[in-house]
Nanobody, 126 residues
Framework: QVQLVESGGGLVQAGASLRLSCAAS????????MGWFRQAPGKEREIVAG????????YYEDSVKGRFTISRDNVKNTVSLQMNRLKPEDTAVYYC???????????????????WGQGTQVTVSS
């Protein structure tokens, strides 16, 4: 059974930084690509960033490029999202997700991921 547990969300002012972490258990973490998604009220869940199983490839949604950085630690079985210069439009519940099959390159949509964390709230005030 795969478990993903996010942490690090909170309430911050615009321009501040937060670091989200996701701890994974139940699979050989280092063989799975990972993603961070977010869902704002009334909107669909969207990908924010992704990282391949090897860590060699990353993806960022256009609105977060240059502000967010995804990374993984295959020893600690964690994936992190460093979020800088936060904006009110970044307010959402953030989820980490794991692809369902090993050695697959990073995915770009919700349907590419099988396992999900419970989510952590990020609120950015103006």
């Amino acid at each position: 059974q795969v478990q993903l547990v996010e942490s690090g969300g909170g309430l911050v002012q615009a321009g501040a930084s937060l670091r989200l972490s996701c701890a994974a258990s139940g699979r050989t973490f280092s063989t799975y690509s990972m993603g961070w998604f977010r869902q704002a009220p009334g909107k669909e869940r969207e990908i924010v960033a992704g990282i391949s199983w090897s860590g060699d490839s990353t993806y960022y949604e256009d609105s977060v490029k240059g502000r967010f950085t995804i990374s993984r630690d295959n020893v600690k079985n964690t994936v992190s999202l460093q979020m800088n210069r936060l904006k009110p439009e970044d307010t959402a519940v953030y989820y980490c997700a794991l692809r369902g099959y090993p050695y697959r390159e990073l995915g770009y949509s919700v349907r590419d991921y099988v396992y999900w964390g419970q989510g952590t709230q990020v609120t950015v005030s103006s």
